[in-house]
């Protein structure tokens, strides 16, 4: 039976984003705080979010890094201050129930699968093209976790060895191209070769200013220099999910994050690539690419299901 | 129950393998042909061999190539003139019986689960490193078989876009570079820059016929050259192997395929970059790479299996 009041939290870069799913899966309270520094401040924030939430029956939490299968956070970038952090366990004592933990892309990935784009799919990949990209895997209609739980770290996938350096000390991953930061590097090389001009405008004439988000508007505007951008990271996007297909030949992508913002865009010059880069494209039906249903609150909604599918 | 004789036959690009399985998993009888041309004649081969074989209960057929979920073989580059090729429901037909089939190096992933090296394992991936690169996998203690069954295809994972045309269409696909073809690849690029002077001599001194095989030897004899060049392999295997796990997370990897035959050459640099090219390597078990234990029988043995797994 579906207990009644089932929360889940998001713990972001910036927020903590809680939600409450009834037994329709209808999203039936919401609330948020920032994202303090420091693993005790997090642990304070997530019970006020939870607090503010009302009643609940079941917790759980989605968290930025990897992610044990006993729901300790190992380390996170994007959190200031904190690794080696037992958010299940301290959560749990905090509010004396069994929490359940997980990376914050594999709920979306759950979210997906349960109410938005993946709805009723045995074998897909959630794939989240924010700051970097992270991802979710379901194969044979189940959520894979993998030994660790460190299943879908696909940002990392090094897929140029001879590629520019990432903060994890590797070389070419994928991230480094197929991200929003990506976006922006594959930008600001543009303009370094002579291109671009009317991105350097949008950033103010300042070169290294030129992010994702610039090269973004330019191409929307119809400029020819920044569509050229969005289709060589188009290319990279493609690239790693063919890969990807290569080793576990799911039906679908769903493809979410900040990225997803802009389909129109995107998804035209990724699926042309797709299926030029795909192996034995004339073999076998081309996985279908989707764009992510449930926007922002995926992670948190995600979260909420994890004691379903744990 | 498990039946009495479970037989399996590995259709190879040279000879058609045969076991049976008894109750007790052990190989009862043997038997092989060579692999004929042309799709009617390959069917021929399997019933002769099946046939040598005596009684069985249950059939099983691993395949070289893409297979999908109801046994017919797309496409299959090692064998001659076959393709679209209906294994399961031709053999079927003949014998009278249901018939499973699955790619050969998803066999062997069976085989080496049941009865070898992976022994007990939930999440492991089968990598066979021979001619080409395959693979299978087992996530959650379960086979993976993929929305089209095509899961496990590694090799063709791109590492470098820049990197060497692949009979694929592709380039820089990972068995380029992963298997016994790109060690004899990386071995005559050596010999281009004027290096590996035993493995040319191994090979009758001519330059373009310096394989793998010639590579292998002249460092097992301990010649600096080859032994460099059997690094810059290992560092190839290794950085696949990482992209794998940050995709699913194995416990372990199984090497299987014709390189598995030297475990004391290939084992310590693989291993010793596998550390440095994995994610976050300080932070988390490295999976255990161990080599495959059931030799050239592997897919035969594991096509007999199937029947359980499927």
């Known amino acids: 039976m579906i207990p009644a009041r089932r929360a889940g939290v998001d713990v972001g870069g910036t927020k903590c984003l809680g939600v409450v799913l009834d037994e329709h ?3 039936v309270a919401e609330a948020q705080v920032p994202t303090p520094k420091g693993a005790d401040a997090v642990i304070d924030a997530v019970v006020e979010v939870v607090e503010q939430l ?3 029956d079941t917790l759980g939490i989605g968290a930025p890094g990897l992610v044990t299968r006993s729901g300790v956070l190992r380390a996170a ?3 200031v201050d904190v690794q080696e ?6 959560v749990g004592a905090r509010l004396g129930e069994r929490v359940e933990v997980d990376n914050d892309a594999t709920c979306a990935a759950v979210a997906e699968w349960r109410l938005g784009a993946a709805r009723g799919l045995d074998d897909f990949v959630m794939v989240t093209l924010g700051t970097g990209v992270g991802g979710g895997v379901v194969a044979g209609g189940r959520l894979v976790r993998g030994a660790n739980g460190f299943c879908g770290e696909i940002g990392h996938m090094v897929v140029d060895p001879d590629g520019p350096p990432c903060p994890c000390g590797g070389h070419g991953c994928w991230e480094r191209y197929a991200s929003g930061a990506g976006l922006g590097w594959l930008g600001r090389r543009a303009v370094a070769d ?3 001009a009317r991105s350097v405008e949008l950033a103010g004439g300042d070169v290294a200013a030129v992010r994702g988000e610039e090269v973004r508007t330019a191409a929307l505007e119809g400029d020819t220099d920044a569509l050229a951008v969005v289709d060589e990271f188009a290319r990279w996007v493609a690239l790693g999910l063919a890969n ?8 679908a992508f769903v493809l979410g994050g900040g990225l997803a913002a802009s389909p129109e865009l995107y998804l035209p010059p990724i699926r042309n690539w797709f299926g030029r880069l795909l192996y034995s494209p004339h073999l076998r039906p081309h996985p279908e690419l989707r764009f992510a249903e449930l926007g922002p609150r995926a992670g948190a909604v995600g979260a909420a299901l994890l004691h379903d599918v744990h």
């Not at 952090?85 to 301290?90: K, R, T």
């Open 25 to 27: 899966d209808r999203v």
């Open 54 to 56: 009302g009643g609940h």
């Open 77 to 79: 970038p994007n959190l």
């Open 85 to 90: 952090f037992a958010v299940a366990a301290l």
């Open 194 to 196: 002579g291109r671009l």
């Open 244 to 251: 990807i297909t290569n080793l576990i030949d799911p039906k």
